[in-house]
Each structure stands twice: as structure tokens, then as C-alpha cells.
């Protein structure tokens, strides 16, 4: 049976949190700021907190 759209909206939920709780960590582990991160990454300064926590996926 294929997954409803519910449960698949829960899987992608629960590898968005998964993803920020990573990176999130990763950066953590590095001594990086995260300004730091952005930084180097060239990234605008709101994508780490969003990415963190949750609120979009990688490009």
C-alpha cells in the first residue's frame, strides 16, 4: 500500500528536524559560530537558522 500524504508529510518533517539537529551539531563540533558558517558558505545569514531549525531544505 503507498504511503498516505500524511505519513509523507511526517517523513519529510522528520528529516527536515533530523537535517537541522545535523547541521546543527556538525557546526557545534567545528567551534563554528553561526555567522562563522554563513560566512564561509556564502550563504544569507538567515539560512543557518532557518535550515537549524526546521524551517527550509537545502538547495
Known amino acids: ?3 498516505t500524504s ?3 508529510a511526517s517523513n519529510v518533517r522528520e528529516a527536515r528536524n533530523a537535517l537541522g539537529k545535523r547541521l546543527r551539531e ?3 563540533q567545528a567551534d563554528l ?3 562563522q ?3 564561509s558558505l556564502s ?3 538567515s539560512k ?3 535550515l537549524e531549525n526546521s524551517h527550509q531544505l537545502p538547495e
Open 1 to 3: 500500500m503507498p504511503p
Open 6 to 8: 500524511g505519513s509523507s
Open 26 to 28: 556538525l557546526r557545534r
Open 33 to 35: 559560530s553561526g555567522k
Open 37 to 39: 558558517l554563513v560566512e
Open 43 to 45: 550563504w544569507p545569514a
Open 48 to 50: 543557518r537558522s532557518e
